[in-house]
DNA sequence: CTGAAAGCGCTTACAG
DNA sequence: CTGAAAGCGCTTACAG
């Protein structure tokens, strides 16, 4: 064990005293630009680190905002595991002296936006804040919100979904093609190659749904599968849904298995499979794990479930953003969590939230 | 944010010196009997919570022996991504002041005891040490050897095997028994209820192997599965087992599918399968990822393998000793680790040590 | 057995 | 823009 450069090694170094040294490696105004220069040439040369346990230790508590969807709305089980991942992330930096703010919003037009310039208006102008928490903007006042606190600098993490238009440090996602690879290979080893497979798309305008389906299509072409896929894209049109559903269930080509790229529309199939008293007669793969879809996969209704990582999501968000703040580590601009297939045997990991305590592999 | 209690701050209610709050927090020798009492209550009623970050700086390194098979032996797939887990975690340490002793063992009979008994003449004895992590012990040279480092207090966490009589903090191991549900639960998706079941079931005395055996027939048997299976015991009788194989599937009554419970016997199986030309024949699920079953997963010889989670359990083995010795984290005795079902789609996650940035659900 | 003091490596508030 | 000093909350080595 050598001795580790420090601060002080380099103030003795170059003349200066460490509180300089400190202004000029942290990035910190107040400092001379020729001076900073040799500082940072210096710690280079010296291989200097920053010891991030000590900088803990007086400096004032970071701030961090964290913004997802509040629980009133449909996607509430798959944000409470996003919410759940980041608490348990937060468990991990006790001492380290975080003051994280939470500003859930609702999931009605520019909710997002509001809370995020009411949080701007009310803390950031005025006692400042270090980071921001939350899902890429998916609309324009949304990212104007996002950019103002960009605009401050403010380390910014996106889950879910990305947007290049605000300088966000990363974005934190599930990797959906895999998910909807995975998808066609559990089919591909359940039904006939020349089977017929319903691919409930969900929204062509939503690109978790659009990867999910690429994903589907690369294994059977790679894998020469000559499935006949009927796709079904009716998100947003829920009282057709059911009609089409029995259309296509009722045709003379009988359809032998079922996957489906989204929560909302998993719910809706399992029902639909109750109340006409199909279970078993076809696979079927649902997506994410929730009350509905858990019941649905214990009671024999699904074959299996995709689960999209949300816990893992909202736990890697979190420690990617406080690694950069804390620790100066760049992270890539974007991280991929791969997704798990859910069997009957190993749902318990995912419905029982006293045990998950958890982590996945990044990309 | 109210202000955390401190030792200071029990020193002065207390009339006491902060080493001596110290001493009596820490159970460091060199406190009196009532004093470390009377400040054990006050901490306890004012909810002191020691904080870790704070008690990095100024203490003098942890020293931690870590002592797992090394990679000559059959063993050196698992065994690599346990060190690579435990070396992952390791790096989420740095600034914490903490040496890591290495010290592999080959898996020849009493390595494990000559390596970590070696370990502690040369360094516990002069040094001293904080923590071990190691196999749980198997034989009884190996028992005494660990029974020394506890004897001295020192923290010890095993991976994969415990063993009860060593004083251990805990034992992280893979959950075996829903490896072995998940690979009935596989295959029944697969093959037809009334099917034949190749179940290479390893050894009797191997507890990893039986709880395996365990979980496939609680699975059938709840879902009242009527599969006729087959178990094949031929674990340490390399010579017999091809021969073995060979009979069973000659038989009239054709085998659908094979489920085999360790990495040995599923290298075996796919190098059969080859030599055979039987591809495709049988639904296969192997275990472990390495060379040949990654391989053989890849080429469509297997259907799927079972990860039997060896990166997470050095991962998660480390973290857990380290947050007992620097958090004071008791941890559950036992901490079972989930597995993965593998599948051609997400194999590149497992394959690929680049991105093995990992970790998983813990029981 | 107990206290008083120094110091871990930073960050900050203050003075100039 | 730069320096000197104090201090974060612990741990340690020393003195008694």
């Known amino acids: 064990m050598s001795h580790r450069v420090t601060m002080k090694d380099l103030a003795q170094q170059l003349g200066l005293s460490t509180g300089t040294i400190h202004r000029a490696l942290s990035g910190k105004p107040g400092v001379g630009k020729d001076v900073r220069k040799k500082v940072l040439e210096a710690a280079e040369q010296e291989g200097y680190q920053l010891n991030s346990i000590a900088s803990v230790l007086k400096r004032k508590p970071l701030r961090i905002v964290v913004s997802f969807p509040d629980l009133s709305q449909a996607t509430r089980y798959y944000y409470s595991d996003i919410w759940e991942g980041y608490r348990n992330y937060r468990k991990e930096l006790t001492d380290y002296q975080i003051e994280f703010i939470e500003a859930p919003y609702g999931i009605r037009e520019n909710q997002q936006s509001d ?3 009411d949080v701007y208006q009310n803390i950031v102008k005025s006692k400042g804040i270090d980071g921001l928490l939350t899902v890429g903007p998916m609309d324009d006042p949304s990212r104007k919100a996002v950019q103002a606190y960009c605009a401050e600098e403010i380390a910014t993490v996106f889950v879910n979904e990305d947007n290049e238009h605000c300088n966000r440090i990363c974005c934190v996602r599930a990797n959906y093609k895999i998910a909807g690879r995975l998808m066609a290979e559990q089919i591909s080893n359940q039904v006939p190659p020349d089977g017929r497979v319903l691919l409930i798309a969900g929204d062509r305008n939503i690109s978790a749904h659009n990867l999910q389906v690429e994903g589907f299509f690369e ?5 020469n599968i000559p499935f006949d896929v009927v796709r079904m ?22 359809i032998s298995a079922i996957c489906c790229v989204n929560a909302r529309e998993s719910a809706l199939v399992a029902k639909f499979i109750k109340k006409h008293h199909l279970q078993g007669k076809y696979r079927i793969i649902g997506s994410d794990v929730f009350d509905e879809s858990a019941k649905a996969l214990a009671d024999g209704t699904f074959t299996n479930l995709i689960y999209k990582s949300a816990y893992q999501i909202g736990y890697y968000g979190t420690k990617i953003l406080m690694d950069y703040l804390i620790k ?15 069997f009957k045997s190993n749902l318990y990991l995912y419905n029982d939230n006293l045990y998950r305590n958890t982590v996945r592999k990044l990309r």
């Open 115 to 117: 809370v995020l310039r």
């Open 219 to 223: 294994y059977i072409t790679q894998h």
């Open 233 to 254: 894209y009716k998100y947003d049109q829920v009282e057709e849904e059911e009609t089409e559903l029995c259309n296509i269930i009722a045709q003379a080509q009988a």
């Open 328 to 342: 100066d580590q760049q992270p890539e601009p974007v991280c991929l969590l791969d997704c798990d297939m859910v």
